[in-house]
């Protein structure tokens, strides 16, 4: 696990780094600068916007005695949604606003049940009920 952690943590900035270089050869200093800011904007209003009605529904749920385990789920990605927004990038960008847009976020979710499935078949993951 810390060796996937160092990984990740050293890949992503270098890639933000090679992006970021290029986008601005390309375009310009002014330019990048502005797209930053640009997305890093939309994005809060999207996480916002989605947190909100996330809260909503997670309320719904439970005023009618249901588990809101779908809502919690999509509740986790809007929350690594929007931190990955807050971090200057577009690599990061794009990934923040994959996890944030309901229609690529099911993707996601389809992905993350069957990691998770799996985990709780190898026994990795054990789910206790009281």
Same mark, same amino acid.
């Given at each position: &696990?810390? %060796?996937?952690?160092? !990984?990740?943590?050293?890949?992503? +900035?270098?890639? *933000? @780094?090679?992006?970021?270089?290029? /986008?601005?050869?390309?375009?310009?200093?002014?330019?990048?600068?502005?797209?930053?800011?640009?997305?890093?904007?939309?994005?809060?209003?999207?996480?916002?916007?989605?947190?909100?009605?996330?809260? &909503?529904? %997670?309320?719904?749920? !439970?005023?009618?005695?249901?588990? +809101?385990?779908? *809502? @919690?789920?999509?509740?986790?990605? /809007?929350?690594?949604?929007?931190?990955?927004?807050?971090?200057?990038?577009?690599?990061?960008?794009?990934?923040?606003?994959?996890?944030?847009?309901?229609?690529?976020?099911?993707?996601?979710?389809?992905?993350?049940?069957?990691?998770?499935?799996?985990?709780?078949?190898?026994?990795?993951?054990?789910?206790?009920?009281?």
């Amino acid at each position: &696990m810390f %060796i996937r952690l160092l !990984l990740l943590f050293t890949f992503v +900035p270098v890639l *933000e @780094l090679i992006i970021l270089i290029k /986008v601005g050869a390309w375009i310009g200093v002014a330019p990048t600068i502005a797209l930053i800011l640009l997305t890093g904007i939309a994005g809060a209003y999207l996480a916002r916007t989605q947190g909100l009605d996330l809260a &909503m529904r %997670i309320q719904r749920e !439970l005023n009618e005695g249901r588990l +809101p385990a779908e *809502e @919690l789920l999509d509740g986790a990605m /809007v929350l690594v949604g929007g931190i990955l927004l807050l971090t200057p990038g577009f690599f990061t960008d794009l990934t923040g606003f994959i996890l944030l847009v309901p229609g690529t976020r099911q993707f996601c979710k389809k992905t993350v049940r069957l990691w998770m499935k799996r985990y709780i078949d190898q026994g990795r993951i054990t789910i206790r009920r009281y």
